[in-house]
């Protein structure tokens, strides 16, 4: 029990929680890193620079 | 009093630094930003309207964004905010199931893609607000801090929605809910038996979580 004005101990998780936890963050990367990586539409980039030639 | 040496190099340094431009940094934000529509609309061609209408927002309004200061967390209430009143108007969004087969996990073999497209099924039920600062942290390696500037959100608040959408992603996965209590016979084996093994195997990715659980276990073990 912690004492009394003590900040509270943070709760050690579970290695299922660890397991899961991990694998999730893997499961978000396989899903969400392949359109970071994917080249950017040819016509936004147009867009882009459409407007910076007109400045 | 002139400047010694290195601070004049330095000085040197600063005022040479090419300025870059608001359409620099717009290019540069787009990869992050598509990750962030697609959190948000569970759908790549609603993620790519939204990217598009937001750069058009961006555009119009580039002289309100003050250089120096934060401009991915311009560039992300400005997506947001075309986010919401989107959902305002049409008050549905396609479903994810609907997500073209190209975005399911390419690696791993046909186990971890069934595993990703349940993944993928369940996270498009959290709630947008939460997936969406999921994914900043989880994804695009955010602190909770530059989260909630970006955001507008406080930082308690984020990371409630980050504790609350692994949880629920977990109970949905697992199970845990109806999971009986594993049964636990020696201290020593705590670890390894605290992973309910008919609740992984329930899941697309059991083969993986099972692999993972027992590293972890046995990691633990190892270091008794």
Same mark, same amino acid.
């Given at each position: 029990?912690?004492? %009394? ?22 499961? =978000? ?18 867009? !882009? *620079? ?6 | 009093?002139? =400047? ?26 787009? %990869? ?7 959190? $948000? &609309? ?9 990217? @598009? &209408? ?8 580039? &002289? ?43 690696? /791993? ?9 349940? =993944?993928?099924?369940? !996270?498009?039920? =959290? ?6 600062? $999921? ?5 695009? /390696?955010?602190?909770? *801090?530059?989260?909630?500037? @970006? ?26 809910? *109806?999971? %009986? ?14 992973? %309910? ?20 276990? *046995? ?6």
């Amino acid at each position: 029990m912690s004492k %009394p004005g003590s900040p509270p101990k943070r709760a050690r998780k579970a290695p299922s929680d660890k397991a899961f936890d991990l694998w999730l963050d893997q499961g =978000l990367h396989a899903m969400f890193d392949e359109v970071a990586k994917e080249p950017i539409p040819e016509e936004l980039l147009r867009l !882009i *620079e459409q407007d910076r030639n007109n400045k | 009093m002139p =400047l010694p040496q290195d601070d004049q190099a330095e000085a040197t340094m600063v005022d040479s630094a090419p300025e870059v431009s608001f359409h620099d940094l717009l290019v540069a934000a787009l %990869p992050a930003l598509r990750q962030q529509a697609l959190a $948000l &609309t569970r759908n790549r061609a609603d993620a790519d309207d939204l990217v @598009q &209408t937001s750069v058009s927002s961006a555009l119009a309004a580039q &002289t309100s964004f003050q250089p120096g200061t934060n401009f991915g967390a311009w560039m992300a209430r400005i997506l947001r905010n075309r986010f919401l009143s989107n959902m305002r108007r049409r008050r549905e969004i396609v479903d994810i199931e609907d997500a073209p087969a190209s975005l399911l996990a390419r690696s /791993g073999g046909q186990e971890e893609g069934l595993a990703i497209q349940q =993944l993928r099924h369940l !996270i498009g039920k =959290l709630p947008a607000d939460h997936r969406l600062v $999921l994914i900043m942290i989880s994804v695009q /390696g955010l602190s909770y *801090e530059e989260a909630s500037e @970006q955001l507008n959100v406080p930082v308690g608040t984020l990371k409630c929605r980050v504790s609350r959408a692994r949880a629920m992603l977990r109970r949905w996965l697992l199970g845990d809910d *109806e999971a %009986p209590k594993p049964r636990v016979t020696a201290p020593k084996t705590r670890a390894r038996a605290s992973v %309910p093994a008919h609740a992984l195997s329930a899941l697309p990715a059991a083969p993986v979580m099972a692999k993972l659980g027992r590293d972890n276990g *046995e990691a633990q073990l190892e270091r008794r």
